[in-house]
């Protein structure tokens, strides 16, 4: 199981992280990131990739 998170204070809102996540990970909150479903997080990196400011943080837990 993995936890995601998005630091805000880096985050732009660009929403690449909600169109690519395969499960349905991050919403948008107040214009920013929302890791909301964490849980369903399966390590695939493509937020990781997309990111264009390095706001996500995965941690294995
Ligand atoms: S690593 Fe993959 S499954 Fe996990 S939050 Fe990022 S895009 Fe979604
Ligand atoms: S890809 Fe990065 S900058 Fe864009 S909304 Fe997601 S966390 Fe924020």
Redesign the pocket.
């Known amino acids: 199981m993995?936890l995601?998170s998005v630091d805000v204070n880096k985050c732009t809102g660009c929403e690449e992280?909600v169109n690519?996540?395969?499960?349905s990970?991050?919403q948008m909150t107040d214009g920013k990131s929302d890791?909301y479903q964490?849980s369903?997080?399966?390590?695939?990196?493509?937020?990781?990739g997309v990111c264009p400011s390095a706001a996500?943080t995965?941690t294995e837990m």
């Open positions: 993995y995601v992280c690519v996540c395969p499960n990970v991050f890791p964490g369903e997080c399966v390590f695939c990196e493509s937020c990781l996500i995965i």
